[in-house]
């Protein structure tokens, strides 16, 4: 695994992008985030032996809750069709394209999760080793950035 944060944003003292590559032999993933990018770029590029999968757009609840939209209202949670990603096949000589239409997102039902962990001892959709991984691989771009094994 390597990878890196950094600041763009002249005077921010907090990193707004990063990149992170890892390795897992035959399968290798790339993540990258930024503040700083004018045009859209594809949200998710996944790539295998006989297909590929490519998605532009980001979750739309946010926009949806600010612009008044709340969850269990008709529509909440849907993203528009530009934003379905596409799948990209061929068998033989023929080449696909598939829209492949996204789910309904539903960020409400972490939050219930939580409250009932909390507060009756539920089991965590996430669990606690997922998180501290997640954790691990901050803290080991972290701790590459200067230069401590």
């Known amino acids: 695994m390597q990878g890196e944060t950094y600041t763009q944003r002249a005077g921010s003292d907090i990193d707004d992008a990063f990149d992170i590559w890892l390795d897992y032999g035959t399968m290798k993933a790339y993540l990258h985030a930024s503040l700083m990018v004018r045009e859209p ?13 490519v998605k532009y757009g980001i979750d739309q609840q946010e926009d949806q809750l600010k612009a008044g939209l709340l969850p269990g209202m008709p529509g909440f949670g849907e993203e528009p069709a530009a934003l379905y990603g596409t799948l990209y096949t061929e068998t033989g000589d023929v080449n696909r394209q598939e829209i492949m239409e996204s789910q309904p ?40 950035e200067k230069n401590i094994n």
């Open 105 to 144: 997102g539903n960020w409400q039902a972490l939050f219930d999760n939580m409250a009932d962990v909390l507060l009756r001892g539920a089991a965590p959709i996430i669990r606690m080793e997922e998180v501290v991984q997640q954790l691990q691989v901050i803290g080991q771009v972290r701790r590459r």
């Open 41 to 53: 770029a594809p949200r998710y590029v996944l790539h295998g032996t006989e297909a590929s999968f």
